[in-house]
């Protein structure tokens, strides 16, 4: 049983940085592979990126490549995902997930799942 629990979201000028933060109230995630995915208004759940168990093999979504960082320190529990040059695009409620086995970018994959928070990028 997992419970996680993101913090970090607000409200942000494009070319911006926030850091979303993703704790686990219940469990531990040491051995889940983590993930990070968002929903902007009217639109469908996407992938953001996703971290192995260890840290070590992390991927991203083309549109954050070169903006965005995933990692995580199991001994605190936690996930965090750092943001720079925010663009508008980016408003979505940001979701973090967690899922035992092999990492996937594909949604249904992940059975544990944060309740989200909130991010918006101002033009």
């Known amino acids: 049983q997992l419970q996680l629990v993101e913090s970090g979201g607000g409200l942000v000028q494009a070319g911006d940085s926030l850091r979303l933060s993703c704790a686990a109230s219940i469990g531990a995630i040491r051995t889940y592979v983590m993930g990070w995915f968002r929903q902007a208004p009217g639109k469908e759940r996407e992938f953001v990126a996703h971290i192995d168990w260890i840290g070590s093999d992390t991927r991203y979504a083309d549109f954050v490549k070169g903006r965005f960082t995933i990692s995580r320190d199991n001994d605190k529990n936690t996930m965090w995902l750092q943001m720079k040059s925010l663009k508008p695009e980016d408003t979505a409620i940001y979701y973090c997930?967690?899922?035992?086995?092999?990492?996937?970018?594909?949604?249904?994959?992940?059975?544990?799942w944060g309740q989200g928070t909130q991010v918006t990028v101002s033009s």
């Open positions: 997930a967690a899922k035992r086995g092999y990492a996937s970018h594909k949604i249904d994959d992940y059975a544990y």
